[in-house]
T-cell receptor
């Protein structure tokens, strides 16, 4: 049972570089989310997709873009990485917006 | 906007004892769901327990139970017979419907179980 799979698990970027974090779920969930986790801040929602074909901004969307490629996949793109984007990123999915979310194992991103 | 507040950044408990983690929340919705997640050092987010707001009965999962006070907007987690493996960061989370569909987390409580 793969659940929610994120790649990569670790990444180091230089300021200004771009990259895409990949996320896929095999649970046939409708809703998917991207969070960032910083010390003392808990998890903050970056973007979410309530269903295939829709995306919406969360609490901290600046500097990020997302694509809901199909029902399974929801990617997060950093166009021009900044040191403030150093964080642990989590992808999650849920059957619907009002049910529990299942999380991937996270991506530790460092921007130098 | 919905908010979730965890006022205890850190707590500790002796093995086999009971500990309660606090959580308060705010939402304008009537139908919503509350969750407690556990994040051990492995970083994995693990669902501990869930509570539907329309249910008056408090949810229970083995050694974990909640005290859900809807009028007070309070949702505390009680861990009985604490074990070393319970050492983790615990997050309270709220998911409400309406036009504000999203899962909002508190800042977490770091629980340490001491032998």
């Amino acid at each position: 049972n793969a659940g929610v799979t994120q790649t990569p698990k670790f990444q180091v970027l230089k300021t200004g570089q771009s990259m895409t974090l990949q996320c896929a779920q095999d649970m046939n969930h409708n809703s998917m989310y991207w969070y960032r986790q910083d010390p003392g801040m808990g998890l903050r929602l970056i973007y979410y997709s309530a269903s295939e074909g829709t995306t919406d901004k969360g609490e901290v969307p600046n500097g990020y873009n997302v694509s809901r490629l199909n029902k399974r996949e929801f990617s997060l793109r950093l166009e021009s990485a900044a040191p403030s984007q150093t964080s642990v990123y989590f992808c999650a999915s849920s059957v619907a917006m009002n049910t529990e979310a299942f999380f991937g194992q996270g991506t530790r991103l460092t921007v130098v | 906007a919905q908010t979730v507040t965890q006022s205890q950044p850190e707590m500790s408990v002796q093995e086999a004892e009971t500990v309660t983690l606090s959580c308060t929340y705010d939402t304008s919705e009537n139908n919503y769901y509350l969750f407690w997640y556990k994040q051990p050092p492995s970083r994995q987010m693990i669902l501990v327990i869930r509570q539907e707001a329309y249910k008056q009965q408090n949810a229970t999962e083995n050694r974990f139970s909640v005290n859900f006070q809807k009028a007070a907007k309070s949702f505390s987690l009680k861990i009985s017979d604490s074990q070393l493996g319970d050492t983790a960061m615990y997050f309270c989370a709220l998911n409400s419907g309406g036009s504000n569909y999203k899962l909002t987390f508190g800042k977490g409580t770091l629980l340490t179980v001491n032998p």
